[in-house]
Structure formats: structure tokens, C-alpha cells
């Protein structure tokens, strides 16, 4: 397994490319921006773009959707069932007062305890609600993809539409901090981490 972290967009969100070493297919997760330098990264390594997977409904983690759609028209765009009229609507999206490209499409749902077959890796889905109602974190083999839910040493914040601070804190201690302490957090924003910093360091989540 590859995974390569590339800052998109006007806010520098992490965009993550997953890809399988043997069979060479590839995922994008939350192509925010720069969907030119995303394509021209799968086509250095001579990958099979299959999947854009997008851990919630943001316009800084799925602005470059409509122009990576129109690159590929052969690839699975999935969002969690909660925020997929997010995806749809630019105004939901915020899109529409981001000044990059509207974002207006339709994906396939997902929910929580999917998973996505990559090769020879499975992309298991974990419903996280909180910072939107659709929010998931991505679990490959030793390493978490967690969006704007968990971050190195802060949270996602709550005080958009559909975000709830107790859901969020729910989410994380239900669902994320009982995994292993060894396991990579890779967030949306911000630098990597380990579920065992996270869990000892992180101010929100000492109780
Ligand atoms: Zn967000
Ligand atoms: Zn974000």
C-alpha cells in the first residue's frame, strides 16, 4: 500500500491518494483542489483511478470533484448517505461562497461498516458524525483517514450546519479511540498523528 498526502486547494486540505502495489487501482480521498496535479500523480505512477471517496460534504475536500469527473468519466464517487445532498447543493457545499468551482454532483451512498475493495485493500467506512451529520473516517490497514472529525491534537469543529460538539466527541471515543494506539491518524488538515497521542495528548478528549 502507497498512500501520498497532497495539500489542495486555497486551504491546503489534505488530499490523500490510497493505491494497492500489486494491482495498482487507486483511490482519491477528498480531492479538494488541484485535480491537474492529482491526475498528473496517478499517471506518474501508472495507477488505475477507481474511487473518489469523500469523508464529508465540504467544498475544501470536494472541489475538484466536477473537474476530476469530467478528466475520468469512469470512476465511483462515494459520500456518506447523511451528507449526499451536500454534494448536490452548492449552497450546502459552500461552494457557491468559496470562489473555486460550483461543486453540483451526485455520488453513491455510504454507510457506516461499508467496504470498498482497492486491489488487494479493503477501505473500511466508519459512520463519524458530528462535524456534518455524514461525516466517516477511512480505515486501511494500520492507518485512519479521519476528515475534519480528528486532527493532531484538536477536533473538527461543530458550529456549521448539521455539526454537534457531543456528537462529534461521541463519534471519536465510540469509534475511534478504541482503536489501536499504534494506528496512523491521517486528518483532513494539519500534520499525522497515532490514535495513542491522540488519546494521551489530546485536550479535548482528556477527560
Ligand atoms: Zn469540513
Ligand atoms: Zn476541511
Redesign the pocket.
Known sequence: MLIEKIPVGI?G?NCYIISCKNTKMAAIIDPGGNAEDLIDYIDRLGLTLKYIVLTHG?A??IGAVPRLIALRSDIHIYIHEMDSTMLSDSKKNFSEIMGGPLVQVSGESLKDGDMLILGDLHLEIIHTPGHTPGSICIKVKDCLLTG?TLFDNSIGRTDLEGGSYDQILDSIKRKILVLDDKMKVMP??GPASTIGKERMNNPFLII
Open positions: 486551504y486540505a465540504h475544501d475536500h475534519d483532513g488538515h
